[in-house]
């Protein structure tokens, strides 16, 4: 599958750089990764290449490759340039901080493509900040291959063989998640965590599900650790002034909040698992407090006593 995507990344990165229409011979004899053993195995090969990058918003289009208009070629169009977007230099380095704070699979992004939008003032050196995004390259490019060509994925779970008909990736609070249901007939959609999943393969064909309209990956995990459980409690929760802006921040947007003069918030929400819930309401101090239901009221205050 490594080989799939480097062939992509290669295809890609000749029509960006050769900046005029090229034939598919052309394709054929001169990008790495395209050494079918006939023609019609190339055929299919660089037919579903280009349906994927399309299908990832790259627009390649055909266009004569001469005045004559007698042989035609690919070209990726005009509109996929970035137009120079004007960054000021504070501009510029949040985005050399933010490039240097992300790491997948353990390895620190590049800058070259800050580079592109004018470079960054100098902001010192040193090691990148690190927030390690998990999960190898490898296994990540299967996941995202996988959800590209509408295919299965096959995976080991607790020494059984499971599959899931992915419909997205989300990274979530330090782990990626592959979304997706069990059965190819929708069914229930659920998140799985990619660092517990092991031996990632594809399984049968592509286009084997059809994602449905207007689906969002990321509405399938849980905004805040106490919406994953298997508790059911209604809370309400005022927050004083010095730390409304802080919760608010962190509350899911499902969250129910009336506000009051002072500056402060009464929040209401769903709570499904209640020492998450617990955990999270420690670190506001005596700056929140749970005004309903008066169980979970109970549980923090014989928290904070060190009876629980």
Request: aromatic letters at 10%.
């Amino acid at each position: 599958m490594q080989k799939v995507i480097e062939r992509i990344l290669n295809l890609l990165a000749f029509l960006l750089t050769v900046e005029r229409p090229v034939t598919a011979e052309e394709v054929r004899h001169t990008v790495a990764g395209y050494d079918a053993e006939n023609d019609e195995a190339y055929r299919r090969m660089f037919e579903r290449d280009k349906d994927l990058l399309r299908q990832l918003g790259i627009p390649i289009e055909m266009r004569p490759t001469d005045a004559w208009e007698v042989e035609y070629g690919y070209v990726i169009s005009e509109d996929y340039a970035l137009a120079d977007p004007g960054l000021t230099d504070e501009e510029r380095v949040a985005l050399w901080l933010a490039a240097q704070a992300v790491r997948i699979g353990g390895s620190p992004g590049g800058a070259t493509g800050l580079f592109k939008l004018g470079g960054a003032p100098m902001v010192g050196a040193g090691e990148p900040l690190a927030a390690d995004l998990g999960k190898s390259v490898d296994e990540l490019a299967v996941a995202f291959t996988c959800v590209a060509e509408r295919r299965a994925l096959r995976y080991r779970y607790r020494d059984k063989d499971r599959t899931v008909y992915p419909y997205g990736l989300v990274h979530r609070r330090g782990h990626w998640y592959l979304v997706g249901p069990e059965s190819a007939d929708v069914g229930v959609v659920k998140a799985f965590r990619m660092d517990r999943m092991g031996k990632l393969e594809p399984y049968g064909a592509e286009q084997a599900f059809v994602r449905p309209e207007g689906f969002r990956a990321a509405d399938a995990i849980p905004a805040a650790g106490w919406e994953a459980g298997a508790d059911d409690l209604r809370a309400r929760v005022t927050f004083d002034q010095s730390v409304a802006w802080w919760a608010e921040r962190q509350l899911p947007h499902t969250t129910e909040i009336d506000r009051d003069d002072a500056g402060g918030i009464t929040a209401t929400m769903s709570v499904a698992n209640i020492e998450a819930f617990i955990g999270w309401m420690l670190g506001f101090d005596d700056g929140a407090e749970i005004l309903e239901p008066e169980s979970l009221r109970n549980r923090l205050i014989d928290r904070v006593r060190g009876v629980a």
